[in-house]
């Protein structure tokens, strides 16, 4: 039984529960959903997803309610995190944007809302580091990802600018992978993962 923690302060977090839920399946896993909403819950995950919403309101609420260090220590430990679209942000260095007390989990900048508004929203076909065929990516106020430290390994591109971000257990997305029914980006970031260190 592999345990998935949802930061659940905002976000698509019932599409990310059910595109982990889609990953497991395809390798025969169990899985539970935790929704964490306070601290006391993120030690009991075995891997952990940060979804998109509004950066500044996320940073806040993780810090007010502690899970904030939490998530600095499951990283620590070595436990896959997914960081979508504002939990790239929060998860960053450095989100040039003194509203944001980012976690500094990736040694990436980001751009906020770089990619336009609402309106500006659109899907990209991402050819992505592992995956045979191209990723059906959506776009929706998406940060823009314009410095990458020597630790993180570029995943994915789009017009040359990075998208898709690894470093250590953590994988980071400008886009919105659980906005699709193609779970291979959850696959990547948490049961790849996962085996390797079974295997290990």
Same mark, same amino acid.
């Given at each position: 039984?592999?345990?998935? &923690? ?8 019932? =599409? ?25 819950? @993120?030690?009991?995950?075995?891997? *952990? $997803? @940060?979804?998109?919403? =509004? ?5 806040? #609420? *993780? ?18 995190? #997914?960081?979508?679209?504002?939990? $790239?942000? @929060? ?9 944001? =007390?980012? $976690? ?11 990619? &336009? ?16 065929d191209p990723f059906p990516a959506v776009f929706i106020r998406a940060p823009l990802i314009d410095e990458v430290g020597d630790g993180v390994e570029v995943l994915a591109r789009w ?8 470093? &250590? ?15 291979? *980006?959850?696959? $990547? ?12």
């Amino acid at each position: 039984m592999i345990r998935a &923690g949802v930061v659940a302060v905002q976000g698509d977090v019932s =599409e990310h529960a059910a595109a982990i839920r889609r990953a497991a399946a395809a390798h025969d896993e169990d899985v539970e959903i935790v929704e964490i909403r306070q601290s006391g819950h @993120v030690a009991e995950c075995d891997v *952990l $997803l @940060v979804p998109g919403g =509004e950066s500044t309101a996320i940073s806040r #609420l *993780l810090r007010r309610e502690g899970i904030d260090e939490e998530i600095r220590d499951h990283v620590a430990a070595g436990k896959p995190v #997914l960081a979508t679209c504002a939990g $790239l942000i @929060v998860a960053s260095r450095d989100a040039k944007d003194d509203r944001v =007390e980012t $976690l500094d989990l990736v040694d990436v900048t980001v751009d906020r809302n770089a990619f &336009g508004r609402q309106v500006d929203s659109f899907e990209a076909p991402l050819t992505v580091e592992g995956m045979d065929d191209p990723f059906p990516a959506v776009f929706i106020r998406a940060p823009l990802i314009d410095e990458v430290g020597d630790g993180v390994e570029v995943l994915a591109r789009w017009d040359d600018e990075p998208v898709a971000v690894r470093q &250590g257990p953590v994988v980071g997305t400008s886009f919105h992978p659980e906005l699709t029914t193609d779970s291979r *980006l959850h696959d $990547l970031a948490f049961f790849d993962h996962v085996e390797a260190d079974a295997a290990d």
